[in-house]
């Protein structure tokens, strides 16, 4: 009989599952309409009712299967009211099919972090802008970003009666990511994504300084990084603090699995320990291609104004 599929290759398929669970709480919670928000240090800053059940769903499921891995989620909550209609025992047959790369054959459960943002994009979620909203789970190794899911619970929302909503998105460094169609963004063209509610002087100041085409304004990181894979931006940029591992590690994985690259302001890669701090101090710059174009213009002042 075959061996086991390798652990890497279960937290993949079983958080693909729990991904698409969480997808339907997020769509309950606003179909009920009570969204239950809360701010947590201001207006820009907002938990929802979705974002909680959500975290504790995620939480809950995967340390249910994975007792000895770590796992990182963004809100701060107790696990110990977790009720048995949140939890999700399945997983994804299709991923349990393909071969672990060699390198993350051995791992085992206690080497792996995890990552997850329950809701990405919350204050879009509140504004009703919900193309933009994610569910991210992103596992890493060694420090590093080597698997993720990304879930758009209101993919196709605007397609109208009948389309299916929703789409699941995964990745695996060394197999590469599905779910989507990969597209490259239309050739000598530079047309940048960023932050639409965390807008600063440096961050126009940043994005001025690329000479873009055409700036795209949205929620979500996670959103951000899905306009990179599917050839809408030519490059995602964050001149500011703000972004945290959560955000950054599913759509990290994913973006290099189809060769791209991400990493801060100055071109550092970030880091996915467990003892790592959370906050991405230094920005965000990634492309899914040209990647040196665009580091190579970000002005010395944008730089020496944010530290690592």
């Known amino acids: 009989r075959m061996a086991s599929?390798?652990?890497?290759?279960?937290?993949?398929?079983s958080a693909y599952s729990i991904a698409e669970k969480a997808a339907t709480i997020v769509r309950d919670v606003m179909a009920a309409g009570d969204l239950g928000i809360v701010e947590k240090t201001g207006a820009n800053d907002l938990q929802t009712k979705a974002d909680r059940l959500v975290q504790m769903s995620i939480c809950a499921s995967l340390a249910q299967k994975f007792p000895k891995v770590t796992i990182i989620g963004e809100e701060e909550l107790s696990t110990d009211e977790v009720t048995e209609e949140l939890i999700e025992d399945g997983h994804c047959e299709e991923i349990l099919k393909k071969t672990c790369p060699a390198q993350y054959a051995e791992i085992k459960e206690e080497e792996l972090v995890i990552w997850v943002d329950p809701l990405d994009g919350t204050k879009e979620y509140t504004e009703g802008l919900l193309d933009h909203v994610t569910v991210l789970i992103g596992i890493a190794y060694g420090g590093k970003a080597i698997a993720g899911v990304i879930n758009q619970p209101y993919y196709n929302y605007e397609a109208g009666a009948g389309a299916v909503?929703?789409?699941?998105?995964?990745?695996?460094?060394?197999?590469?990511a599905f779910g989507f169609q990969l597209t490259e963004a239309p050739a000598g063209k530079h047309i940048i994504v960023t932050t639409r509610s965390h807008s600063s002087t440096l961050v126009n100041d940043c994005i001025s300084a690329l000479n873009p085409d055409s700036v795209i304004r949205v929620g979500g990181a996670g959103n951000k990084i899905i306009q990179l894979i599917e050839g809408?931006?030519?490059?995602?940029?964050?001149a500011s603090p703000g972004c945290k591992k959560w955000d950054t590690c599913a759509p990290e994985a994913i973006?290099?699995?189809?060769g791209g690259k991400i990493t801060d302001i100055h071109g550092n890669s970030f880091q996915y320990n467990k003892e790592v701090k959370h906050m991405n101090s230094a920005g965000v710059l990634a492309t899914l291609r040209n990647y040196d174009y665009y580091a190579s213009r970000i002005p010395n002042t944008v730089k020496q104004s944010l530290v690592p």
């Open 5 to 13: 599929p390798a652990l890497l290759m279960r937290v993949v398929a």
């Open 165 to 176: 909503l929703g789409r699941t998105i995964w990745g695996v460094l060394g197999i590469g």
């Open 232 to 238: 809408k931006a030519s490059a995602y940029v964050f």
């Open 255 to 258: 973006l290099c699995a189809v």
